[in-house]
């Protein structure tokens, strides 16, 4: 299983970027993705997740209407586009793609399967 981020960087506030995560050993579309970051000295939070096809989202308050979480099952890649990237965005930027136990909300904390990319490092500053 691998889990290949890309496109992290240095951008300004306001700035944009996107975030690709390119998915290999493990059937792509059987599996629910998100992007958790962790700050220096924080714990790592979730930022977005996405249902497997892709009908449904979730997104931390901070990052609503700033982020859009989406996937490409032909391609099995999961993007993050980030608008407005704030100060407060730096972090490693982490991949992950996940399922539940059979009967669970794809929301819930339980995971049947779990695997996480290496991370992209992302940096707003001016």
């Known amino acids: 299983v691998q889990l290949v981020e890309s496109g992290g960087g240095l951008v300004q506030p306001g700035g944009s970027l996107r975030l690709s995560c390119a998915a290999s050993?493990?059937?792509?579309?059987?599996?629910?993705m998100s992007w958790h970051r962790q700050a220096p000295g924080k714990e790592r939070e979730l930022v977005a997740a996405?249902?497997?096809?892709?009908?449904?989202?979730n997104y931390a308050d901070s990052v609503k209407g700033r982020f859009t979480i989406s996937r490409d099952n032909g391609k099995n890649t999961v993007y993050l586009h980030m608008n407005a990237l704030k100060p407060e965005d730096t972090a490693v930027y982490y991949c992950?793609?996940?399922?539940?136990?059979?009967?669970?909300?794809?929301?819930?904390?339980?995971?049947?399967?779990?695997?996480w990319g290496q991370g992209t490092q992302v940096t707003v500053s001016s």
């Open positions: 992950n793609a996940f399922r539940v136990p059979r009967g669970s909300s794809w929301l819930s904390d339980r995971r049947a399967y779990d695997y």
């Open positions: 050993g493990f059937t792509f579309g059987n599996f629910a």
């Open positions: 996405i249902d497997n096809p892709g009908g449904n989202t």
